[in-house]
């Protein structure tokens, strides 16, 4: 006699069992994924805040850059050309593009040396910028490299010619760039 198989039966579950399972706290997944989603949205709202803060500053240097540069450049003109009868109108106008302690040594020499020589000997200058370059620049402060070319006249004589380059320092103040440093390189 053969014998059928047995075939065990799940064991039933209790009231007691039943009780327990529902006792368990199940966990619940959506705050997880909300901290998460929210660490993501500060990480990628900080990245983007920084970008855009080097983008700003880049374009401020340029910017600053570029109109340093000319300032430096219109401001060496003004300072450096000249003539015997217009030297105190000249100088007065270019000191206007100064600031500080420079300002005050440029209107001095102008004062003393440069007017009285300039109309005494009749000397006469006028001065090109073939090339200028921005050396460092930011938002309120910038270094241009000059190189400037000056023609001197004495009297009737013939004019002479010199190559030179200077180092100009510019601050930003009210709004304007200022030469507040000038120095033969």
Do not use: C
Not at 1 to 22: G, K, L
Not at 42 to 68: M, N
Not at 114 to 131: D, E, F, L, M
Request: glycine share 4%; charged share 20%.
């Amino acid at each position: 006699m053969t014998t059928a198989p047995t075939i065990d039966a799940p064991e039933s579950s209790t009231a007691a069992d039943i009780a327990a399972d529902t006792d368990r706290p199940k966990r619940d997944r959506r705050p997880v994924v909300i901290a998460l989603l929210a660490g993501l949205a500060v990480i990628l709202t900080v990245t983007a805040g920084y970008f855009r803060w080097q983008d700003v500053s880049a374009r401020t240097a340029q910017e600053a850059a570029a109109q340093s540069v000319q300032t430096a450049t219109d401001a060496t003109i003004a300072m450096l050309s000249y003539r015997p009868d217009t030297v105190e109108a000249a100088s007065a106008a270019a000191a206007d593009g100064m600031t500080g302690a420079f300002r005050d040594e440029y209107t001095q020499l102008i004062k003393e040396v440069v007017a009285p020589g300039a109309k005494q000997q009749h000397i006469s200058t006028v001065v090109t910028v073939p090339a200028a370059s921005s050396v460092t620049a930011s938002a309120r402060h910038a270094v241009v490299l000059l190189f400037v070319d000056q023609a001197t006249t004495i009297g009737n004589g013939p004019p002479t010619t010199t190559a030179s380059s200077v180092r100009v320092t510019l601050d930003k103040v009210g709004g304007r760039w200022l030469v507040s440093q000038f120095d033969p390189v």
